[in-house]
């Protein structure tokens, strides 16, 4: 059983930043690819970034130039920073692998608000 548990948002002003967590139950070698991805209210949920095992990165037009996505294989942890947050980036917010994600790995999600 994978579990995988994102921590870190909060409520921030349009311009502030913040730094995403998702801390995995496995080896992080298990996965190839790590990903983040959110669910606006009312929209569907949509791939974010995502980080494969030699460290190649892929972000979705809407984020990029402001969101980072970066793993450390040594804490089985993935982190999403965002920059330049904007009030379209309110969402929840989770992580799964990529770039196709796997049903029961989804966690509680954290809840990303940005005030504009």
């Known amino acids: 059983q994978v579990q995988l548990v994102e921590s870190g948002g909060d409520l921030v002003q349009a311009g502030g930043s913040l730094r995403l967590s998702c801390a995995i139950s496995r080896n992080i070698f298990t996965f190839n690819t790590m990903a983040w991805y959110r669910q606006a209210p009312g929209k569907e949920r949509e791939s974010v970034a995502r980080?494969?095992?030699?460290?190649?990165?892929n972000y979705a037009v809407s984020v990029k130039g402001r969101f980072s996505i970066s793993r450390d294989n040594t804490k089985n942890m993935v982190y999403l920073q965002m920059n330049r947050l904007k009030p379209e980036d309110t969402a929840v917010y989770y992580c799964?692998?990529?770039?196709?994600?796997?049903?029961?790995?989804w966690g509680q999600g954290t809840q990303v608000t940005v005030s504009s």
């Open positions: 980080i494969s095992l030699d460290g190649n990165t």
């Open positions: 799964n692998v990529g770039p196709l994600p796997v049903r029961n790995y």
